[in-house]
């Protein structure tokens, strides 16, 4: 990747030069999203780029923003599919509508076509995508540009069983096998960013393709972790924990209500609420809109009314880039917990 390539969410976006340079008060959030496309979209490998320009055409074409439909079309269009993306494909459809119905045999049938690191890769790249996809639709959004209205809300579909959401701490299990740390190589190690991840078999899990770890991690912390301006550290945790909470996240919901108290012990009625109810009344003008936001970007249906909604609650521009960067990540993020392992119970609370 060259320094002056153009980045492509501000392409695809539309930006105006003022909003780029807001998006620029989280500058890691902005280069590492830049470099999660040059890993996932722009580094050949054995999963080919032909197979991933493929994939990332189907995704697209699930979203509201003609921007990114028309690009990834045309990078797709002179490449030969290949016999095994069909199998691909079907695990795409069923990561971008229904993340939370995502099975270990799913991953076990696809094994069949994909190496493990390959099977990584590819869950990341359909991830990404859902966060970049919703990226660009909230900033076009916020930009002014018109929304299209000829895509339904895209609603997760739940499992039929209710799941429980709690604020404790669960653990995670995978359904492919991590590296295990005595053979991970200097890359693997160093795409952990934090040493004491090499304990976590989920961050072993992704060091199968240490590009896009290294750079999904630097983008979370720059959006959740960067205090200069923009929505509260407890905010943020908020919109991770609806947007989790609405994709049937068990795992992240659970982690994310409770930074999100962590920050603010005083909402706890407030996120109890929303454990129950995904649309739960949280009671309070600001934490609705920004609760309403959230969904709105899950299910790519953001528009000017929720802008407007924020601007009454007091979000300026900066702290609605920070809502659109955290809710628009969590897609990301839930959609790697749920494909590619499933939560547990610790066994003390069992």
């Not at 197979?51 to 990834?72: K, M």
């Not at 890769?121 to 991830?127: G, R, T």
């Not at 579909?157 to 991590?178: Q, Y």
């Amino acid at each position: 990747m060259t320094d002056n390539q153009p980045d492509i969410i501000d392409l695809l976006a539309q930006s105006s030069a003022e909003l780029a340079a807001i998006r620029r008060q989280r500058p890691d959030a902005v280069h590492n999203t830049q470099l999660s496309f040059h890993a996932l979209l722009e580094t050949e490998s054995s999963f080919t780029l032909a197979e991933r320009y493929h994939i990332a055409a189907y995704v697209a074409q699930l979203n509201p923003v003609a921007t990114a439909r028309e690009f990834y079309a045309d990078l797709s269009a002179e490449e030969e599919p290949s016999p095994r993306i069909a199998h691909a494909r079907n695990f795409a459809q069923q990561l971008i509508t229904a993340p939370a119905l995502a099975t270990q045999q799913q991953l076990q049938e696809l094994e069949q076509h994909f190496s493990k690191d390959e099977l990584v890769s590819l869950a990341q790249l359909i991830a990404f995508l859902a966060y970049q996809l919703r990226l660009i639709h909230g900033l076009r959004i916020l930009g002014g540009h018109e929304n299209n209205k000829k895509f339904a809300p895209l609603e997760p579909e739940l499992p039929s069983v209710a799941a429980t959401f709690v604020r404790h701490t669960l653990g995670w299990k995978p359904w492919i096998t991590p590296l295990a740390a005595h053979e991970m190589t200097n890359e693997q190690r160093e795409s952990l960013i934090k040493p004491e991840r090499i304990h976590q078999p989920y961050f072993r899990l992704l060091a199968r393709d240490p590009a896009a770890l290294q750079a999904r991690t630097l983008t979370d912390l720059d959006i959740f972790y960067n205090v200069d301006g923009g929505l509260t550290r407890a905010e943020r945790e908020l919109a991770a924990t609806v947007t989790s909470r609405l994709n049937g996240c068990v795992y992240c919901t659970s982690v994310h209500a409770a930074r999100t108290l962590d920050e603010a012990p005083e909402h706890t009625a407030r996120i109890d609420a929303l454990l129950a109810d995904a649309h739960a009344d949280l009671s309070d003008p600001r934490w609705n809109a920004l609760s309403e936001a959230a969904r709105a970007i899950t299910v790519l249906n953001f528009d000017d009314s929720h802008v407007e909604l924020l601007r009454t609650v007091g979000c300026d521009t900066a702290a609605i880039v920070d809502l659109i960067n955290s809710a628009a990540f969590f897609n990301w993020a839930n959609r790697l917990m749920l494909s590619l392992g499933e939560e547990q119970v610790p066994q003390k609370l069992r």
